[in-house]
């Protein structure tokens, strides 16, 4: 059976590294009280409106499997604070250390926790955070502490431009080698969001933060017609080709299109 191999091109400058962003200041809007305002009374409204689902979601949880109803992990905030981040728990107990990546299919996730995974009812409990002030409603995902990437000076979000690109990046990754999947995210997929995000985050407004959770909610209430309810800005594999040079090729290898362009022209890369 053959597997998918990665071909490296040697000008790393064509790839997009989240440590080589500039410490650019984020959009007024971003930092303005009034954004404040807006994600602390939209999390009040949505945790009190949303408790029968709250509810409904920890017996499941908790009826499913043995743990604890809420995943708690570390995550790194606006100018390297570190909070506590919470999720309703999809997976099994594992006590041994296994990859932070999961895929479409991954035997660690227990039957409802896909199902909440699915409709991301999972990140519901995030709300606590936003109505604490750890995260804002609209920003990028928060990143483990030990992960190296985009530099926060902003509140960490419940959804960004990044997760909507992405919201099937279980799926993708699904098709790729697990041997290779660290470095493919390492190199490929991890750059393209935070260079989404940051390129977000300059420029955000009030309007922009609004379509963002419209369409967040579009994609979680009807995910299997998101990708027609979304423009190509936002559809996952023009935003792996865009930024991630990625291309999924039948032959069954991964390729840059950086390196498909210059072979192309024939150029050396």
Not at 19 to 36: D, F, G, K
Request: aromatic fraction near 10%; charge should be positive; glycine fraction near 4%.
């Amino acid at each position: 059976m053959s597997s998918l191999t990665l071909e490296q091109p040697r000008r790393t400058t064509l790839l997009f590294h989240p440590s080589n962003i500039p410490l650019a200041p984020p959009a007024p809007w971003v930092t303005s009280p009034l954004r404040r305002a807006l994600d602390f009374c939209v999390a009040a409204s949505a945790l009190l409106f949303c408790s029968p689902l709250f509810l409904i979601a920890a017996v499941a949880v908790r009826c499913s499997s043995s743990g604890p109803v809420l995943f708690r992990q570390q995550r790194m905030g606006r100018n390297g604070k570190k909070f506590t981040v919470y999720k309703f728990r999809s997976m099994y107990v594992c006590p041994q250390y296994s990859s932070p990546i999961t895929v479409r299919g991954d035997a660690r996730v227990t039957p409802v926790g896909a199902i909440l995974r699915r409709f991301k009812l999972d990140e519901l409990p995030q709300l606590w955070n936003v109505l604490k002030g750890d995260m804002s409603l609209v920003g990028p995902r928060p990143k483990l502490p030990h992960h190296g990437g985009l530099h926060l000076t902003a509140c960490p979000g419940l959804t960004g431009a990044a997760t909507l690109a992405f919201r099937d990046e279980e799926e993708l990754l699904a098709a790729i080698p697990e041997e290779e999947l660290d470095e493919i995210y390492e190199k490929y997929v991890k750059p393209a969001k935070a260079r989404l995000d940051f390129e977000y985050m300059r420029n955000a407004t009030f309007t922009s933060d609004l379509a963002i959770l419209w369409k967040t909610a579009v994609s979680c209430v009807c995910p299997w017609t998101s990708a027609r309810f979304f423009s190509e800005e936002y559809h996952e594999r023009p935003i792996l080709r865009r930024y991630c040079h990625i291309s999924l090729r039948p032959g069954g290898d991964v390729k840059t299109e950086e390196m498909t362009r210059a072979q192309a022209r024939k150029e050396p890369v």
